[in-house]
């Protein structure tokens, strides 16, 4: 029997759009708290956003579930339940 996999949490899918957006907006925060903070507190924020970013957009991206012989395997990003 052939296994049914299906991927991404439910309705929610992120496309390049979305990466693109992401990527534009940390851009205009590294600049504006380049000018508003400096350097250290420029490599602060953004590197809080980033990890913030991240992990949504990780959990997606291994997020699966999967019907087979063994019965219905699910993945939510880093939980997995059978």
Do not use: K, N
Not at 12 to 41: D, P
Request: glycine share 14%; net charge positive; hydrophobic share 55%.
């Amino acid at each position: 029997m052939d296994e049914l996999s299906f991927r991404g949490p439910g309705q929610v899918r992120v496309s390049r759009t979305h990466f693109a957006w992401a990527a534009v907006g940390v851009l205009v925060e590294a600049i504006g708290a380049y000018v508003q903070l400096g350097a250290v507190g420029m490599c602060w924020l953004v590197g809080a956003t980033v990890v913030f970013l991240g992990l949504p957009i990780l959990s997606w991206l291994r997020s699966r579930c999967t019907v087979g012989v063994d019965g219905i395997f699910i993945c939510w990003g880093l939980v997995v339940l059978r």
